[in-house]
């Protein structure tokens, strides 16, 4: 009797970790399926030109040409300052900080 209750026991402690392995593991993949989801999913904005306006008032003007959940990367961009009469041309690119957008106006 009691070695019918030791293989029993051990069966029982077998299946919960099998159980607990399986829902670990089936979690861990549908995280990375969300993520690759969520990084395969389609922007509304990028090589579009947008106005991106900043939580400190200044706004930027230009065409997305990257976006990733830091950041944005403007081309053929334009800093239009508060009070200022006209838009100032960047150089180059722009990399706006996800953090310091207060929105962004699209077409």
Excluded: C, F
């Amino acid at each position: 009797m009691l070695e019918v209750l030791a293989v029993v026991a051990s069966w029982a402690v077998m299946a919960a970790v099998v159980g607990v392995a399986t829902l670990a593991y089936s979690r861990r993949e549908r995280r990375q399926a969300l993520a690759l989801e969520a990084a395969h999913e389609p922007s509304l904005v990028v090589l579009q030109r947008v106005v991106v306006n900043l939580k400190s008032g200044t706004a930027v003007t230009g065409v997305v040409t990257t976006e990733n959940p830091d950041r944005l990367v403007l081309k053929s961009a334009a800093v239009i300052e508060p009070g200022a009469s006209a838009p100032v041309p960047a150089d180059g690119a722009i990399l706006v900080d996800r953090d310091h957008i207060d929105y962004i106006q699209a077409p």
